[in-house]
């Protein structure tokens, strides 16, 4: 079972029908919705700040989420997927995003609707990020845009795989 953890008087709040690694850990002021999944050592650490998570949120193993103190909180909207060891620090992530592997998301970055971060980027502190944009380096820059039916068929698809992933643990 995930190490799931209050602080401060915060005890996080997990939806329906998520799938929990057994060595994630959630902590604190954390509120998870629907049919989620959070893989094999994944790190959401809602201690000094707030993360709300929308439904069929996909964080995958070796990702860490966090925050600043009084300052930044993380919003996550419904059908993102988050890839292998993502850093996300205080931003915001809308609906049908995907963060690429290994990419850096910093306090006060937002990434648009369909949005695409690039495997190994790093969005820096305020960056905004437009709806159906692909970014991509260190620190990240504007690629292309994506097309938005593309980009929301594409996560929707990656949205319903981890959850079926998901549902081979259950055995």
Not at 65 to 83: A, M, P
Not at 115 to 133: N, Y
Request: aromatic share 8%; net charge negative.
């Amino acid at each position: 079972m995930a190490i799931i953890k209050s602080v401060r008087g915060f005890t996080p709040v997990i939806g329906k029908d998520c799938f929990l690694a057994e060595n994630a850990v959630i902590i604190g002021d954390v509120t998870m919705g629907d049919e989620c999944s959070v893989w094999f050592s994944t790190v959401l650490r809602g201690d000094v700040n707030t993360i709300t998570i929308g439904n069929r949120v996909n964080i995958q193993d070796g990702s860490v989420l966090h925050t600043l103190y009084q300052k930044s909180t993380i919003e996550i909207g419904n059908d993102v997927s988050i890839g292998h060891n993502v850093v996300i620090h205080g931003a915001k992530i809308r609906d049908y995003a995907l963060i690429g592997m290994g990419a850096v998301v910093m306090d006060d970055a937002e990434v648009g609707e369909g949005a695409i971060v690039a495997a190994g980027a790093v969005v820096l502190s305020r960056t905004k990020i437009g709806p159906h944009e692909l970014w991509g380096g260190a620190p990240a820059k504007f690629i292309k845009m994506v097309e938005p039916e593309k980009a929301k068929e594409m996560n929707e698809k990656i949205a319903r795989n981890y959850l079926m992933y998901s549902k081979w643990y259950e055995e």
